[in-house]
């Protein structure tokens, strides 16, 4: 598809486990995106990738997020130790490059921590 | 930093009826703004965006909005509302020299028969 890509779509887990998220960007877009939406509390940035530059990763919440992409394309989002407040919806977009041009999302990942 | 406030949680409005959706902003210089729809189970998709010039602008599926910038305000307006424009809309706020866009909490349009 011409869209980006996101899987899993659902996912419930157990609390202490690790997951991973992953999202294909459309093809050619240099930037990525993590979101992550809570109930009620709009779209939390999460971090940033640009092309080859160091991915600002000033909105993940704590050490046990990370995230990274590799060969510039697909993303993988790793939550470590899973809590209950990591339950969400994780949108990941894309772009051709930043702020003016708009971004594409994913339909995202539900996230259940059990 | 900048930040976007959607005073409405949840609008409810009748089909063929008029529809607004409020957009607050805080930004001390010319921001860039969006209207964002996500309709159920699915991503966001964008309506339109304001970036200079013409302070009214048009977007897809018959939406428009007004930057008023003595307000603060970035409100999307529809005159008139279809069944399927029921889904949640965001607005968010981006500045010139910040990739991160900042959204607001969402609004959620429910429409009736």
């Known amino acids: 598809g011409a869209g980006v890509s996101q899987s899993p779509s659902n996912k419930v887990t157990e609390k202490g486990k690790d997951v991973e998220l992953r999202c294909d960007p459309i093809s050619g877009h240099t930037a990525l995106y993590w979101y992550r939406q809570s109930l009620g509390q709009g779209l939390e940035f999460l971090i940033y990738f640009q092309g080859n530059s160091a991915p600002d990763k000033s909105g993940l919440p704590s050490d046990r997020f990370s995230a990274e992409r590799t060969g510039g394309s697909v993303s993988t989002l790793t939550i470590q130790r899973t809590q209950q407040e990591d339950s969400a919806v994780y949108l990941c977009?894309?772009?051709?490059?930043?702020?003016?041009?708009?971004?594409?999302f994913g339909n995202g990942t539900r996230l259940t921590v059990t | 930093a900048q930040s976007v406030t959607q005073p409405d949680i949840h609008i409810t409005v009748s089909e063929g009826a008029s529809l607004e959706l409020r957009c607050n902003y805080s930004y001390g210089a010319t921001p860039y703004l969006f209207w964002y729809v996500q309709s159920p189970g699915q991503g966001l998709q964008l309506l339109l965006k304001?970036?200079?010039?013409?302070?009214l602008v048009q977007g897809i599926k018959g939406f428009e909005a007004e930057f008023k910038r003595s307000q603060s305000s970035f409100n999307l307006r529809k005159p008139s509302v279809h069944w399927s424009d029921a889904a949640e809309y965001f607005c968010a706020v981006g500045a010139g020299n910040d990739y991160k866009l900042s959204f607001g909490a969402g609004t959620t349009v429910t429409v009736r028969a």
């Open positions: 977009a894309s772009s051709l490059r930043q702020v003016l041009s708009p971004l594409h």
């Open positions: 304001y970036f200079s010039g013409d302070t």
